[in-house]
Every structure is written in C-alpha cells, then in structure tokens.
C-alpha cells in the first residue's frame, strides 16, 4: 500500500518560514492536499491540489509537489499556526485515501 | 452553511457494534461523495470509508473491510457507518468528512466535529 512520510516535529521562530514535507514514491504524480488540526477540532484544509489555497487560508500558506516529496509552506509564522499537519493523497492503485502520520509545528 | 454532525457515539464492549450517524445540512447532500475518517487518541488520521453520491462505489480501508459497512440516505441528508466486531483499537474520535470534488482524488473541504467511539470491556 501506498505510504506518505513526515517528520514527526517542526520548530520554528515566529515570523520565520515553517517547511513540512510529505514523502511518497512519485508522490509528485498525485495530487496532494494539506490540513491543519489544533487541539480538540477538526482539521481544516489549507492547500488542496499541490498548492491550491482555499478562500479564507491566508497567503502565508502554500504549496509544492515534484519528485518524491510535496512540501507545505508557511511564511511569516505566527504562534497561531502551531497545530498538527497532515498531508494526503489519492492511491488510485489501491482505492484508498492515504493520509501522512502528521507534522506537529511548533512556534517557538 | 455547511454543517455536518455526528452522533452515535459511546462505549461499546469488544465484539459488540454501533452505528454512527452525520446529519448533513446547508448544502444539496446527494451531489457529495463523503467518507468517514478516525483519530485514535494522540495518533494520526485513518481514512475509513467513502461512499460516491449515489452510493454506486464504495471503498473501505483494509482495518475496517469486513466489519464496518458504510451507507447514505440521500433522502433524510445522513450518512451512517455501521461498526461491528468492534476491536479495542477501534477506538477514536470518528469523521465524517465530504469530498470537495468528484472522486476519490478529492480533498475533503467540510467535516463534522466527531464523536468518540470507545470500546472497552
């Protein structure tokens, strides 16, 4: 089965740029979307299709995929972007919705 | 607005079953695929179940094929997840989550805010 890989943890200082990666054979071949989850709510997406931005996410918020890795990045920090992130992909060859074991972001 | 509630959640001892339930509201609900999602305590998301618009295709995660059947009535707006053969590991806070686009390839632009599942003797 299809398997998205992301590193445990994330620091950053506020107002410095936060990168979250996602790692999957080709992943770059996929389209990936990106959610963010606080404590005790329900995740929000925040890119969807690589790097697609909902109305309402701040354009700090962006994305990329090529290769083997899809990237999310947060420009400009703030203490309210601490939250979990999760990336996610289609597998087409399975029929099933992959989601990365998640990136805790913490803002120093 | 868009609005999804769960419901039918509590404790449940193992090998016992429960159905869960999403009121969907504030949006025409038989043109969304939808799943079900879960987050054990302190882990990551699980993608359950997805069910298309008309209930045409369903697929089911691998830990769940075999015990949990996904359904929707269009009619009353709800999506519903029948869990039997419930399993110590099954417990979590579950999702129900609507596919923005058509398909499988879609990201999920709406969830409910969960209920919690617990099976424990």
Not at chain 1, 14 to 26: H, M, R, Y
Not at chain 2, 1 to 10: A, K, M
Not at chain 2, 84 to 97: F, G, K, M
Request: aromatic content about 10%; overall charge neutral; hydrophobic content about 30%.
């Amino acid at each position: 089965s299809y398997v998205l890989t992301q590193s445990p943890s994330v620091s950053v200082a506020p107002g410095k740029t936060a990168t979250i990666t996602c790692g999957g054979n080709n992943i770059g071949s996929k389209s990936v979307h990106w959610y963010q989850q606080k404590p005790g709510q329900a995740p929000v997406v925040v890119v969807h299709d690589d790097s697609d931005r909902p109305s309402g996410i701040p354009e700090r918020f962006s994305g990329s995929n090529s290769g083997n890795t899809a990237t999310l990045t947060i420009s400009r920090v703030e203490a309210g972007d601490e939250a979990d992130y999760y990336c996610q992909v289609w597998d087409s060859n399975s029929d099933h919705v992959v989601f990365g074991g998640g990136t805790k972001l913490t803002v120093l | 607005q868009v609005q999804l509630v769960e419901s039918g959640g509590g404790l449940v001892k193992p090998g016992g079953s429960l159905r869960l339930s999403c009121a969907a509201s504030g949006f025409t609900f038989r043109g969304y695929y939808m799943s079900w999602i879960r987050q054990a305590p302190g882990k990551g998301l699980e993608w359950l179940s997805y069910i298309s618009s008309s209930s045409t295709t369903i697929y089911y995660a691998d830990s769940v094929k075999g015990r949990f059947t996904i359904s929707r009535d269009n009619g009353k707006n709800s999506l519903f997840l029948q869990m039997n053969s419930l399993r110590a590991e099954d417990s979590a806070v579950y999702y129900c989550a609507r596919g923005a686009t058509y398909g499988g390839n879609s990201h999920f632009d709406y969830w409910g805010q969960g209920t919690l599942v617990t099976v424990s003797s």
